[in-house]
């Protein structure tokens, strides 16, 4: 195969730029520094023989595929240990694993729950432990019969004065912990959560180090029985697992005590709120964000990539088959997905810096930020997952037939994206706790400033303009965004209190408005999205050239929103004669964007190893890497399977 050839199309696609990739790829990795120290970093690895695979992930087994990826994760964090900074090692390196590291956990949930919760003793005594991986740990908070509910918890650490002890235990089989990555095989420390109890009363749920396996031999340890729950529809190699724990003693000082305490007497000193441990799992859903844009980023490169090269078809009679990018629904399934990466990224940049600073606040004892940046964050994540997954199938049904096959790549982003639907959060209780909040606000139970992101519900709805300007400016779009979460808002709180006044117990009454609650938390989200957008394009550095490219793509995503629920922005006022032009401007932005669509999914600079695709590939070998790959399946080993001796043979031969 000519790999070193780039395919034709491919190459006239990128002439036809009408701005710079490299300057849309520094901005995208927030300046030209932090791409060059990106480069370099990939450079250790992309090149490195031990992370080549040799066999395709997909034709491996699910404990080879669990092997392959931890072998390939200490290879990675040995190299990182060498250089300065492990950390920023290992974010650029843990791109090159095609199925989820057995050390994520560790490093994205261990490491920082026991950072945030830990105190400054807890820390001396095991963070250098588990930064140096001489203990690797976990998070064990669902069970299995218990997720989202916390309260609902039923794993139980009860406090013996006379030995000073903590004793844990899962006392009900649905009590049992159930889907902690790194667990199954890898761990040998859990933070469990649990209810504590003390002097016969249960305080709610708190962190608690266990040690699950033996330093010596990784024997798991009197009392614990931990194993491995199966395979998944993705992050096969993370040993996701399950904890059984009877009569497991720990000592007192191993309950994380930074925010509440139990004295060595029993008594117990309650934190200053309750949320306070909630913080490990509001970090994970603003780095949650991160991920969705960068996977859809991954699918859209794929998919636009393979749609450049990929002819089929004609638009006119006697002339040649077409690039399948030339079809406006293709362009109308791919282009907008370009965009939501780029909102999702200008959101995760937004809710980032959200989170900084509440966690400041917390450190100082102010917590006041620390409720709207739960609702928040729950919202985002749910709505962004949800998204981020239908945008992800979408890109794969875009490539036809050959994104059905596991080597396209397309399945593991999808199968990592989806299962964020349902981890950190059931994406509907999500919803309902972003809904509450809500409506908390509403009715002025709990206080906002006027700049908060909820602020804009303490204010008059804003009526619609009958007449505007064509193309609408972004700030207009906003604004219909905005007068769209306050219509449903309203529309929710309205629901909820007919119940109520017909008779109905308020917690029967929010049941019985689930939908319109939903709704409501779905259009605030999406308003925040949108303003962040927004913001994130037009305060770009960049050459103007460039901006107005991305200001293009960021009309797409609000406009094709609007298009797809049409019946919301109805609901506001706006005409159908207004949304017919708007439909209209969402068309030329497609015919517009057209000719970058290459562009644009090559900024976000993807290394063929990263992709691990053949439709996506950088020089559009498609079918040839197609071919060579399907030599390499296990099936193909042989000329003849060994199922013909055994059954087609006999009957072929026989005599019926």
């Not at 309650?270 to 960068?294: A, C, E, Q």
């Not at 298009?563 to 401007?585: A, N, P, R, T």
């Amino acid at each position: 195969m000519a790999k070193n050839k780039v395919n034709e199309d491919l190459v006239r696609e990128r002439k036809n730029a009408s701005f710079n990739i490299k300057e849309l790829t520094n901005f995208l990795d927030g300046s030209k520094e932090k791409t060059n120290r990106r480069k370099e970093l990939e450079q250790l690895f992309y090149n490195d023989p031990e992370l080549q695979d040799k066999v395709p992930v997909d034709y491996l087994s699910h404990s080879e595929i669990y092997d392959d990826a931890l072998r390939k994760s200490l290879h990675i964090f040995h190299r990182a240990m060498e250089l300065a900074d492990p950390q920023e090692i290992l974010s650029i390196a843990d791109a090159i694993l095609q199925e989820a590291s057995p050390l994520t956990v560790h490093f994205v949930m261990f490491i920082p729950t026991l950072m945030g919760l830990a105190t400054e003793d807890q820390q001396a005594k095991w963070l250098p432990d588990a930064l140096e991986m001489k203990i690797i740990g976990t998070y064990a908070q669902t069970e299995l019969g218990h997720g989202t509910f916390l309260r609902g918890l039923e794993t139980t650490s009860t406090y013996d004065p006379t030995s000073e002890e903590f004793v844990l235990n899962t006392p009900t089989l649905s009590s049992v912990k159930w889907w902690p990555g790194s667990l199954g095989k890898t761990a040998n420390f859990a933070i469990v959560l649990a209810q504590l109890c003390t002097k016969g009363k249960s305080y709610g749920i708190h962190p608690f180090m266990v040690q699950i396996r033996s330093l010596d031999n990784h024997q798991p340890l009197s009392g614990i029985t931990v194993g491995e729950i199966g395979p998944k529809v993705g992050f096969k190699a993370s040993d996701n697992g399950f904890l059984k724990l009877d009569n497991v003693r720990i000592p007192r000082e191993n309950m994380l005590m930074k925010n509440a305490q139990v004295t060595p007497s029993g008594e117990y000193i309650k934190p200053k709120s309750d949320k306070l441990n909630y913080g490990t799992m509001v970090f994970v859903r603003v780095l949650i964000l991160d991920m969705v844009s960068y996977n859809i980023a991954r699918a859209a490169t794929i998919a636009i990539r393979y749609s450049a090269i990929r002819r089929q078809a004609q638009i006119l009679p006697n002339e040649p088959e077409v690039q399948i990018l030339d079809y406006q629904a293709q362009q109308y399934k791919l282009l907008p997905m370009v965009a939501f990466s780029h909102a999702c990224k200008a959101t995760f940049i937004a809710l980032m810096d959200t989170y900084k600073t509440a966690t400041q606040n917390m450190e100082k004892g102010d917590l006041a930020t620390l409720p709207e940046l739960h609702a928040t964050s729950s919202g985002l994540k749910a709505l962004c997952t949800d998204n981020g997954s239908a945008a992800i199938e979408i890109c794969r049904r875009a490539c036809g037939g050959h994104g059905y096959l596991q080597i396209s790549g397309i399945h593991r982003i999808y199968a990592a994206t989806v299962a964020a639907c349902t981890y950190e959060g059931e994406n509907t209780v999500l919803y309902l706790q972003t809904a509450r909040y809500i409506m908390k606000v509403l009715k002025g139970q709990q206080p906002v400033a006027r700049n908060s992101v909820f602020g804009y519900l303490l204010e008059d709805s804003k009526s619609i303009p009958s007449r505007f300007e064509y193309p609408p400016s972004l700030e207009t779009l906003v604004g219909f965004y905005r007068a769209a979460a306050q219509k449903m808002t309203i529309k929710a709180a309205a629901r909820v209190q007919n119940f109520i006044d017909a008779g109905k117990l308020p917690e029967i009454a929010w049941n019985l408005s689930h939908v319109d609650l939903i709704l409501c938390a779905k259009a605030h989200v999406q308003y925040y999205i949108v303003q962040k957008y927004m913001d994130w394009v037009l305060g770009s550095p960049v050459p103007n050239n460039l901006k107005e490219v991305l200001k293009q793509l960021c009309y797409l995503y609000m406009l094709q929103n609007i298009h797809e629920q049409s019946g919301i922005f109805m609901m506001i006022g706006l005409s159908e004669i207004q949304l017919s032009k708007m439909h209209d401007y969402m068309l030329e932005m497609l015919n517009l964007l057209r000719p970058n669509a290459v562009a644009l999914v090559d900024a976000f600079d993807f290394h063929d190893l990263v992709l691990n695709s053949p439709l996506g590939c950088f020089d559009g070998n498609v079918y040839e890497r197609l071919y060579e790959l399907a030599q390499k399946t296990p099936m193909n080993q042989k000329q003849v399977h060994e199922s013909y001796y055994k059954y087609l043979q006999p009957v072929m031969k026989s005599k019926l």
